[in-house]
């Protein structure tokens, strides 16, 4: 009979997550870890019940119907089966709820975003909505308008599945993706005194859901460019259920993200509201943009976490030349060495989340807020890419049945491709990074970065603190802001993995107490793999450009 090769099902995802669970017992209440264990175990549970129920089932993707059988406009959108079941979950848990709660005060993100993660890869990224969601709340909250506030966030972070809203983040048009001052979608205020919208929005995430932010130049708006650009609040359907002015006109055919809808539509008067002065915009979105960039994070963990705990379970599984893989150093160094890096992050985001907790509850201090810009472009660029590189070795970890579609692992390897994308691509976040470190000098990450290591080991605070002065010594360099250099990208990423290694540190430090070795083991290997991301020769621009002519020019 010819061998058949089995692979153990996932176990509680919670339980045997050995880092989510070290962080917990180090940074967390025990009040509040005996209060949201619960949920978190049954979530550890419903997420590897839906990995092994994904592995043998027939793959479905949203469907658009766009005409009846009389030939009327519906637009009507499907959903797969497990998004069908999403706002349920969402509900449920309090995937956005959390995070807007005080009962855990300035662990109100750290409890939303654990959720979050556990529950990620079995959503088939319905945590998209859901963190438009979140961040269409922070947003409003945040533009202070009282009527818009008391109608509306209410219903975005209900723990009621049938009154809970899900909320789109309309800003992508087909001239520009982070350059949103080619914006061309329209605003105007009619005799009525009401706004209406016109324009084409070229992806949509979540069209599915009750409402939207859609950014919008006012006709009298004056001169092109972002600064006056409106923000608009969007109910996606009215009174009567049909579509307010929207029409979508396809679902985009992706490389991954597949079971999530995303729309191209065009706005034909849609009727909006202003979320506070129209001319604005942007700087009423940036509070989105700055929580979306977080679940982005946290959701480029899950995957690296379900990748690693796959190729752990092969290699646990498989015999090869006699041995089973776990009996062979090198692949086992080669696990080891994305485990380490998955450690660095983890720590890094949940650290993210902590301070945008402390921030939202008014106990952090002016520095604090301050180091909370430096670290959210950066926390997000770092894992953006990470995720994939992780998903690729994990793929190839598998030899030739990491490239069968039904293992999953193809999925998470075409899914981790939008995290560098979404929210910012790495170049623009690395600007964003820069940009913040212009208002605010070094200062504060140095002090950040000093706090943490205090009590580490003396080896590894000498190479961090090493690190952290060769970033300081370039930045001082740099006499552009943002700093639109060639090495600015290698300097972002530099900077992310340094303080990744400073709050590994940190924690390994207090866990330790315990007599558990493995966060200091994976310190030493992460901080072995190289802190820099700097070039090691400078490189002007111009050879840059050289570089990449073509045989004609």
Not at 79 to 100: C, D, F, N
Not at 221 to 241: C, K
Not at 302 to 318: G, N, Q, S, V, Y
Request: aromatic share 6%; charged share 25%; net charge neutral.
């Amino acid at each position: 009979m010819d061998f058949v090769q089995s692979v153990s099902a996932p176990a509680n995802g919670f339980r045997d997550d050995r880092v989510l669970r070290g962080w917990m017992a180090a940074n967390l209440p025990h009040a509040m870890r005996e209060a949201i264990t619960p949920d978190l175990d049954a979530l550890g549970a419903h997420a590897a019940a839906a990995w092994t129920e994904a592995r043998v089932r027939a793959v479905a993707e949203p469907q658009l119907m766009q005409w009846d059988a009389w030939g009327e406009r519906v637009d009507r959108i499907d959903s797969t089966p497990i998004w069908q079941r999403g706002r349920e979950h969402a509900a449920r848990y309090g995937l956005v709820a959390a995070g807007h709660e005080s009962t855990h005060g300035e662990f109100a993100r750290c409890d939303q975003f654990m959720r979050v993660y556990l529950h990620h890869v079995a959503s088939e990224f319905f945590t998209c909505p859901l963190a438009m969601t979140d961040g269409a709340a922070t947003a409003l909250k945040a533009a202070g308008d009282r009527a818009l506030i008391e109608r509306v966030v209410p219903l975005l972070i209900s723990r009621d599945s049938n009154a809970l809203w899900l909320s789109g983040q309309w800003m992508t048009e087909t001239a520009g993706g982070s350059d949103v001052s080619r914006t061309a979608t329209r605003a105007e205020r009619g005799s009525d005194g009401r706004w209406r919208l016109y324009g084409h929005k070229w992806f949509t995430s979540a069209v599915i859901g009750e409402m939207a932010l859609a950014l919008a130049r006012p006709v009298d708006a004056g001169p092109a460019g972002s600064a006056a650009l409106g923000l608009f609040l969007v109910e996606t359907r009215d009174g009567d259920g049909r579509w307010n002015g929207i029409r979508v006109d396809r679902l985009k055919h992706k490389l991954g993200t597949r079971e999530l809808p995303t729309a191209e539509i065009h706005l034909d008067g849609t009727l909006a509201e202003a979320v506070g002065e129209p001319a604005h915009g942007v700087r009423h979105i940036a509070p989105m943009l700055n929580v979306t960039r977080l679940w982005n994070s946290v959701c480029a963990l899950a995957t690296m976490r379900r990748c690693i705990e796959r190729a752990l379970a092969f290699a646990r599984d498989r015999e090869a030349f006699g041995r089973r893989l776990t009996e062979h150093p090198l692949h086992m160094a080669t696990l080891a060495d994305l485990q380490a890096p998955f450690e660095a992050a983890f720590h890094l985001v949940f650290e993210v989340a902590h301070r945008l907790g402390r921030v939202e509850h008014g106990v952090a201090g002016g520095e604090e807020r301050t180091l909370l810009r430096v670290l959210t472009p950066l926390v997000k660029l770092w894992t953006g890419k990470l995720a994939v590189r992780i998903a690729s070795e994990c793929c190839e970890a598998f030899g030739g049945a990491g490239y069968i579609e039904n293992t999953g692992m193809p999925l998470l390897l075409r899914d981790a491709q939008v995290y560098p994308i979404w929210e910012g691509t790495t170049n623009v976040l690395a600007l964003d990074a820069l940009r913040a470190l212009a208002g605010s000098g070094f200062g504060p990450v140095r002090r950040h970065v000093q706090a943490l290591v205090a009590d580490a080991d003396a080896g590894s605070a000498g190479v961090i603190l090493a690190m952290l002065d060769t970033l300081d010594a370039w930045l001082c360099t740099r006499s552009e802001v943002p700093g639109r250099t060639a090495e600015t990208r290698g300097f972002a990423l530099s900077l992310a993995r340094t303080l990744a290694a400073a709050t590994l540190a940190h924690h390994a430090v207090r866990i330790g107490i315990d007599g558990d070795r493995r966060p200091a083991l994976a310190l030493s290997r992460f901080i072995g793999q190289g802190l820099s991301r700097l070039p090691t020769r400078p490189t002007a621009d111009a050879d840059t450009l050289a570089v990449l002519e073509s045989a004609e020019s």
